[in-house]
């Protein structure tokens, strides 16, 4: 970088003519990006005064404020320092068809955070894979995604600084912060050029915008997010007229045979006279680790997938009937609504995340993709493909911040599911409970076998653990999740 030429420029009448072409193409493709639901993220990061502010007010001009937000992330607030360091990105992550624009971003971790020492090594240097996968996930989401990284050198930074402190109205703008990165310029330098190593991707690239001249920076920002766009629209024309060629031929999901669930034994019980008392020493246990884990400020995140009536509700019941009810949420998940599937998949998961210390428990989850939307072909293969390393990259994260999570299969046998269905529908109180869509799920037993078995497989990670519960017996079922919660929760506590 300190070998960029500084100096390029454009002269006026230049810049005028080739700025009237381009603010009519960014108009056009902006309005083309909404009717393909295409979501485009740019992202500006930069020195302090290498004018951040003055371009993205120029970038704006062209564009139709109804289809964008802009996202000044320059400190996290409270609630965002008690979440995972990505958390409050996802939950920024534009609509399909809009736009968002991040002044400053998740790359604060491996820059001002690194620099200033913040944060551990250990921390910033994880962040570099996060951050990757982060923006793969919502490329291959379909996510236009450009990162533009403004440029000066240490004397012009000087200068500007000195010019902005001598003009009453915003000497505010220049504080000590930034005169200590202009005294750390080499340090900032060397956290830069690495950051752009480790993060310039073909789905994410980096642009390195030297404003030195701010008609020639304002050009090269436009023509940058103008090709980006393009790209795309070519890209998904292209894939549209090869599918019209090669259609392929959708297949419901066959059995090749089970070798976790098969092997489950679905005899085991416990006797009502044990049940009872054992319930509720455990209940009083569980309430007193969850007061733990709010002291210490330790997220816990529970996850239950099953079978359908397999006795996901009434062991949650059982779970929270004595925790404090303003400590936890039960997050019940169904089918995507309308807004919803404006976004990632697990963007809608992301915003449900606990706050440090707090505990949600999520009836259903992301493992919805590689589940149901698989079976039942709403998403397509290479969605549900990919999902695995997502989630997985997902719950690694937020293990790293700190969480605990627990994730618990619920399995029944097939006569087992039948009586369970039967005595819903002959029971007036219970016939809520039954619909035409479990029974039509029932006949598809197998293919979801075989869709469960290749998700225990491939997301049972030793930080994030599936653990196979045999709920043929709903009193032995509780008993396990709730002694399985405690030990890993007390192993968690011990380890801090």
Not at 350 to 376: H, K, M, T
Not at 488 to 493: D, G, I, K, P, Q
């Amino acid at each position: 970088m300190e070998k960029v030429d500084l100096t390029n420029k454009i002269g006026k009448a230049e810049y005028h003519k080739v700025m009237q072409e381009l603010t009519i193409k960014m108009g056009e493709l902006q309005r083309q990006a909404r009717q393909m639901d295409i979501p485009i993220t740019l992202v500006f990061e930069g020195w302090g005064a290498s004018g951040k502010g003055m371009l993205l007010n120029k970038l704006i001009q062209a564009l139709d404020p109804r289809g964008l937000t802009v996202y000044p992330m320059n400190n996290a607030t409270e609630e965002d320092k008690l979440h995972p360091y990505l958390w409050r990105y996802w939950v920024r992550i534009p609509q399909r068809g809009r736009v968002a624009i991040f002044d400053q971003s998740w790359y604060q971790r491996v820059l001002a955070e690194r620099v200033e020492n913040l944060i551990k090594e250990k921390k910033w240097r994880k962040a570099y894979y996060e951050i990757n996968s982060f923006e793969r996930q919502l490329a291959d989401d379909g996510h236009v995604i450009v990162k533009f990284f403004l440029h000066i050198s240490k004397a012009e930074q000087k200068k500007r600084f000195r010019e902005i402190e001598k003009d009453p109205e915003i000497s505010w703008r220049v504080t000590d912060v930034d005169w200590l990165q202009h005294k750390q310029y080499s340090k900032h330098l060397a956290a830069v050029e690495e950051m752009i190593e480790k993060t310039n991707t073909d789905y994410a690239p980096w642009y390195l915008v030297e404003t030195y001249d701010k008609r020639s920076a304002i050009a090269e920002v436009y023509t940058k997010v103008i090709h980006a766009i393009e790209n795309k629209i070519r890209e998904i024309h292209e894939k549209s007229e090869q599918n019209k060629l090669y259609q392929p031929v959708n297949k419901k999901t066959q059995s090749s045979g089970s070798a976790i669930l098969d092997k489950i034994d679905l005899t085991k019980t416990i006797d009502k006279l044990i049940y009872k008392p054992e319930l509720a020493k455990l209940q009083g246990e569980i309430r007193e680790l969850t007061y733990t884990l709010y002291r210490r400020k330790i997220p816990l995140i529970i996850v239950y997938e099953g079978w359908d009536a397999a006795g996901k509700g009434s062991n949650i019941k059982r779970l929270t009937q004595t925790m404090d009810p303003r400590g936890y949420k039960v997050i019940p998940i169904s089918a995507p609504n309308e807004v919803e599937r404006e976004y990632h998949y697990l963007w809608r998961f992301w915003r449900e995340i606990p706050q440090a210390g707090n505990v949600v428990v999520f009836d259903r989850s992301w493992y919805g993709r590689v589940l149901v939307e698989r079976v039942e072909n709403f998403c397509s293969t290479e969605e549900w493909t990919r999902a695995y390393e997502e989630i997985n990259e997902m719950e690694e994260q937020l293990v790293e911040s700190g969480a605990v999570v627990l994730k618990f299969w619920l399995h029944i046998d097939q006569e087992e599911q039948l009586k369970r269905f039967e005595e819903r529908k002959n029971n007036p109180h219970k016939q809520w409970k039954i619909t035409d869509e479990d029974w039509r799920n029932r006949e598809q037993w197998e293919p979801y076998q075989h869709a469960i078995e290749e998700m225990l497989l491939r997301t049972s990670t030793t930080y994030a653990p599936w653990t196979i519960v045999e709920a043929n017996s709903k009193y032995y079922a509780r008993i396990k999740v709730l002694k399985t919660l405690i030990k890993s929760v007390e192993t968690r506590l011990a380890s801090k």
